[in-house]
Structure formats: structure tokens, C-alpha cells
């Protein structure tokens, strides 16, 4: 039931296989939840959702679930995924339940769990939580146990505050710049904008109504669908940063002046840089520092980082993953290729946070006084690819199966001319070589194989190393022709 972040499926009204998700399902899964939580007494919990039009329909059932097993709940409505993590503490809940498909299409829906601090649910847990949903073993209270449902109001308000107070936000160059917000009809429609108003900033908004059918581009803030972004700020000449968030704001996205997208990894890297450079001047005391990333990560973040005596420790594709790792290895900053953030002490949570990473990160373009281009020009662009194979056959894919890809894979890269080859099962099949890697991994969400590349010199290489997996891929695997 649940994949690489929460639980994701497309939405019906019923649906008795379970195939999809129902509010019925929702029902369950709250009673599984609270009967979870519940084992030492009555517990909290915060709901917040993101524009989907079933969003509502499963908060109900949700909550509906929740109180029959006892618990408390507290509903913040229509919110980002970062202000459910942030509301958690600030709420003093034991829990929180962010009703979400993310960047999916529109016509999908699903749930993520969060622990105090914001911190994601284990496999562990949710296991947990499954295994109590599929031999209802709930904890249903009787008719003068129930829980209680109350509704919070201004809770971006007071994200936005807290934001602007843990980053010590300055407004000093940055105030004379422009910049388009793009929330991509989601759940940043409002708070995204309100962020950059307390900013004291100039600003224009580009799809900015809440719409649960995202009318005006798909919801992930891919290359693809920040097109008419991208070109707006290329033929407007007075833009100079773009912000385009996907539909519950985890993830977010910067155009530059010349409408071309910045590498999110890019950016991690030169946050990373900027704060230890700030905070650590003498190299001797960065040796407990490091970074989390996924497997899926550009090289260019150990290519800076770790020349200046900081780790970078690699992990499972999923902020919930990340997270769990920078509380392992005690990281002070964590974030994934596609644009999300975690940084506990500047958001106050363990979660994804877009809007404090816009908030530091437009600070230090006042500091420089450059063009937001000329802030990452020191730090390379890998040539990198992902491609996607949709698959026939929706399947789990295991250990075995990536073995048996990498000796396929492996003795062909090597007839291509690579050397040094470390593979790694961390999350699907991840080959280092000295001139690049691969990644061979199936959604956790979807019927997609994606294989993603990068080389240290051009995009051909990248363009080799991906053909070479695909190749292979395609011979044991049944296909859908695009």
C-alpha cells in the first residue's frame, strides 16, 4: 500500500478491489492510524490537503476514522506539505496526515504521515499502520469515546513567520529585483505568493489560482511543463528570478534571468558551500559536517563539497528517506534533484521546507549583488538524463532483479570504454564509474523504469551511458512503445 513517499493511487468514489483510493479506504486508514497512536492514550493529530478535488472527501473520511479510534484532530485545510510539517510542533501534536498526490496528475490522490518534528514516517511504521488496515484490528471507541474535530485558521501566517524569523530575513538588495511566482494552480497559490509580499519584494504570479485540475501546466515543475515560464522570463527582459512550486509546494524549481532553470542540486550544493563558508572558516572543524542527497543526485555536489571536508552521504530516493538519514548521520542539510529542501534549523521541522529555501536563498543574492545566473556560475552543470520506460506490467522490483540488470549493464559500459565500476543496491541498481554513473529504478508510484545518467564532459556521453542501460533494460522487460 504505501510506496517511496506515503500512499499514492488514483481516486474513485468506491472501488471494492481497492485499487484505487476510496473514501472508504481513508476511513480505514484513519482508524489504522489512531489505533497506532493510540495504544497509550487518545492522541492529536493535524490534517492538512492540497487542491485535488477529492482532497476534502478524504479528509473527511480520514477524520471521520480518527475520532472513531479516539482521537483529536486538528484541520488546517488547504495547505503546503511544508506548513503541515511546520504546524505539527506548533500545534503540540503527536502526528500529522498531509492529504496529497504531490506532483502526480491530477486525477490521483493519496496520504503522507508525519511524526513530531516533522519528521516522515518509517517503512517501519507505516507497516504498522498497514498491517492494523488490512486485518482490521482496529481501536474503535464507543459512542461517549469519541475523538473531537476542531479547524485552525491562519496557519501559513504563521509559517510565514516563523520562516522570516529563523532565517533572519534581510531585505536589503534583494528588494530591487522582480520576481514571477508560478504555484502552478496548487497548494502555494496562496502561501507562495504571501511569502514573498512579507518579503517586502516585487512581484507577478503566473498560475496562481487554486484549481485541483491544474489548468494551467502539469503539476510537476519539470523543464517540460515550466516552458511558458521559462519563456515569459527569457522575452520579458525585466524578470530576474522565477519560482515555480508542484502541487502540494515540497518541491521547488528557480529560473534565472535568461529563463533558464537552475539545477536544484545546484542549489543545494551552493547553500551547503555558502553556509559552511560562513559558518566554518577553518577547514579543521567541518570534519563531523555532511549532506544528504538520493542516489539520483548530480556528482557535482561531492565535486565541491567534498574538497572542502564535508561528506556526502547518499541515500533512498524520498524526502522521508533523506530526512531519516540526516538524523542518522546528524546532517545539517538534506535535498533531492527535484527541488526539495530540508534544513531544520532555518525551517524549524525535519520536512521538506520550499518556502525557507527561497527565503535564504534570495538573501544571498542580495548579498552578492549578482544576477541569479552569475550566483551559480562556479558551480558545474554534470550533463545529466533521466528517461522513463513505461511498463507493461506493473511489478515490485527486488534485489535480484538489479543484479541481474548490473551484469548485464556492466560488461557493456565496460565494451564502451568506462572504467572502475561500483554498483550499489541502496535503491534500485546505481553504477559509479570514473566517468560518470547510472541508475536503474523503478518508481515507487508508478508503472515507470527510470534510468537516469550523467557524465563529466558532454551531454553524448550521458546520451551513451543512458542508451547502453536502456538497451539492456528493454531486452528483459516488456515495454510500452511511446
Known amino acids: ?165 529563523l532565517t533572519k530575513y534581510e531585505n536589503h538588495a534583494i528588494r530591487n529585483r522582480k520576481y514571477i511566482i508560478d504555484p502552478g494552480n496548487g497548494s502555494a497559490s496562496i502561501i507562495g505568493p504571501m511569502l514573498i509580499n512579507n518579503m517586502g519584494l516585487r512581484y507577478i504570479t503566473l498560475n496562481s489560482q487554486p484549481d485541483g485540475t491544474f489548468p494551467g501546466r502539469l503539476s510537476e515543475p519539470s523543464k517540460k511543463n515550466l516552458f511558458d515560464l521559462c519563456k515569459f522570463i527569457k522575452l520579458s527582459n525585466d524578470v530576474d528570478v522565477g519560482i515555480a512550486f508542484d502541487g502540494d509546494a515540497d518541491r521547488v524549481v528557480f529560473v534565472n534571468e535568461n529563463g533558464v532553470i537552475v539545477e536544484p542540486i545546484r542549489v543545494l550544493t551552493f547553500l551547503a558551500r555558502e553556509y559552511i563558508q560562513k559558518n566554518f572558516p577553518d577547514k579543521t572543524s567541518r570534519k563531523n559536517l555532511s549532506v544528504v542527497t538520493p542516489v539520483n543526485s548530480s556528482g557535482v555536489i561531492e565535486h565541491i563539497l567534498e574538497p572542502m571536508g564535508v561528506q556526502v552521504h547518499r541515500t533512498k530516493v524520498g524526502d522521508i528517506n533523506v530526512s531519516i538519514a540526516m538524523q542518522k548521520f546528524g546532517s545539517f542539510l538534506g535535498g533531492e534533484n527535484c527541488g526539495v529542501y530540508i534544513w531544520p534549523e532555518f525551517a524549524g521541522h525535519q520536512g521538506p521546507d520550499t518556502l525557507m529555501a527561497i527565503a535564504i536563498l534570495l538573501q544571498f543574492l542580495g548579498k552578492y549583488e549578482k544576477s541569479f545566473s552569475e550566483l551559480f556560475e562556479d558551480i558545474p552543470i554534470f550533463p545529466y538524463i533521466q528517461r522513463e520506460l513505461h511498463l507493461v506490467h506493473d511489478r515490485i522490483f527486488g534485489d535480484e532483479d538489479y543484479r541481474k540488470f548490473a551484469e548485464l549493464i556492466i560488461p557493456e559500459l565496460e565494451k564502451a570504454g568506462y572504467h572502475n565500476f561500483r554498483k550499489n543496491l541502496i535503491d534500485g541498481l546505481h553504477i559509479r564509474f570514473d566517468e560518470g554513473w547510472v541508475l536503474v529504478r523503478k518508481s515507487g508510484t508508478t508503472p515507470i523504469m527510470r534510468l537516469t545518467g550523467e557524465s563529466k564532459t558532454n551531454l553524448s556521453e550521458t546520451e551513451k551511458i543512458i542508451k547502453i542501460a536502456q538497451e539492456v533494460i528493454s531486452s528483459l522487460i516488456e515495454i510500452k512503445k511511446q
Not at 13 to 26: G, H, L, Q
Not at 124 to 136: A, S, W
Open 1 to 165: 500500500m504505501f510506496g517511496t513517499c506515503g500512499i499514492r493511487k488514483i481516486y474513485s468514489s468506491y472501488d471494492k478491489s481497492e485499487r484505487t483510493f476510496t473514501p472508504s479506504i481513508a476511513l480505514r486508514l484513519g482508524l489504522a492510524l489512531g489505533t497506532v497512536l493510540g495504544k497509550d492514550k487518545n492522541k492529536t493529530v493535524v490534517i492538512g490537503r492540497d487542491v485535488r478535488k477529492p482532497s476534502l472527501a478524504i479528509q473527511l473520511a480520514l477524520t471521520s476514522g480518527l475520532m472513531s479510534s479516539g482521537c483529536k484532530v486538528f484541520t488546517i485545510n488547504v495547505v503546503s506539505t511544508p506548513t503541515l510539517c511546520m504546524s505539527i510542533d506548533y500545534l503540540n501534536a503527536d502526528c500529522g496526515v498531509m492529504i496529497t498526490a504531490s506532483h502526480n496528475p491530477p486525477e490521483y490522490i493519496g496520504i503522507k504521515l508525519f511524526n513530531k518534528g516533522g519528521l516522515g514516517f518509517s517503512p517501519e511504521q507505516e507497516q504498522e499502520v498497514e498491517k492494523i488496515y488490512q486485518n482490521r484490528a482496529f481501536n474503535s471507541k464507543a459512542w461517549n469515546e469519541q475523538g473531537s474535530v476542531a479547524e485552525v485558521q491562519r496557519i501559513n501566517n504563521t509559517h510565514i513567520r516563523k520562516i522570516l524569523r
